[in-house]
């Protein structure tokens, strides 16, 4: 198993890294799925927390904290759809852990019209991906994790099917607070598609991301920075269709606006900060650079790429809720609820003349 996980790791370093911007499909798998990972901005592969779904953006981050732990997560996301996820982890014993997690996605009901326009009915649209997660011990501090995952979308009567994999890595020091990941995300296929025309296959939004989590050593205060799209450059599509001011006055209507070399670097990262005076409560608040600069208003100030957090752990029982800005008629908010079942079953592997610490006594 130490060379399936090794092997892929090295997969995910091998795969070129593309300069051009590249269009996919199913990219309801690059959103948040907790309260949690709403809160910090979404793309973080570094931070460690109770926060069962962490390992659906990097299967490292499962471990035996989360053990026998299920969670319930509800998002009431863009344009009236609302998501769901469900996951669960349970630990094998200190080094190995696993996994499995449902994301349901339904966008409600659109209008159906013909060609020219006149309405003829509602069709509805869905997205759904089920995946088993796995992750083990290799070394002191270091772990990785794998994850696979089956993808099913329906448009109407339109259905397509695939498979991805995740691939991640973490380097955690508990004594220092400190914490290095990395993961390589949707690598796969599309094996059905929507029609039979040609160039119909999309590709999944793969992302290689790397990131860095500190908690400071006087203070209850832990920042993280990601770096996403290591494998892409270009990740704006507006980049050639932007205009200034004065197209809103009909004047220069094919006016570009060419995004320099400083502002399409900060479109990778992502920033947050949490406060965790108690360990059963915390605050975070992030900023995610890309989303800040694509649904910025000309006019106005909304506070796109902000979100806000709030978490609370009572006893066996954590509760989490997240709010996101878009825009100014584009919030997302996210509520999260995850139990701990009889924590008290686990019983941890020890080599021979070491000091046994039950792990259920941080809780």
Known sequence: MNKVIALMLSAGFTIPAFAERDIYGWEFLSASTSAYTGSIGVENVS??????????????????????????????????????TASYSRAINDKNSWGAAVVFAPYGKMKETDVYGNEIGEFSATDIMAEGLYSRMLAENFRVGLGFKLIFSSIAEERSFGFGFDVGANYFNKDKDISFGFAVRNIGAQL???????????????????????????????????????????????????????????????????IKWVDMLMRHFVFSAEFLPRDEFSLVVSYNCRRGREYRLADSRSGAGFSFGLNLNIKNVYVGAAYSIYGKAANVFGATVGYRINRAEYVQTIEPGEQYIEPNEQY
Not at 57 to 77: I, K
């Open 47 to 84: 931070s460690h927390s109770r926060e069962l779904d962490l390992a659906l953006r990097n299967p490292a981050l499962m471990t035996d904290e989360t053990h026998n732990t299920a969670s319930l997560s509800y998002q009431n996301y863009l344009a009236g759809s609302s998501w769901a």
């Open 192 to 258: 059905a598609t929507y029609t039979d025309t040609p160039d119909s296959r999309d590709r999944l939004p793969w992302n290689m991301q790397i990131g860095f989590t500190k908690g400071l050593d006087h203070a209850p205060f832990k920042f993280s920075v990601t770096y996403s799209d290591l494998n892409r450059w270009d990740l704006s599509y507006t980049k050639y269709n932007e205009v200034d001011k004065s197209t809103l006055e009909g004047e220069d209507l094919e006016a570009t606006q060419e």
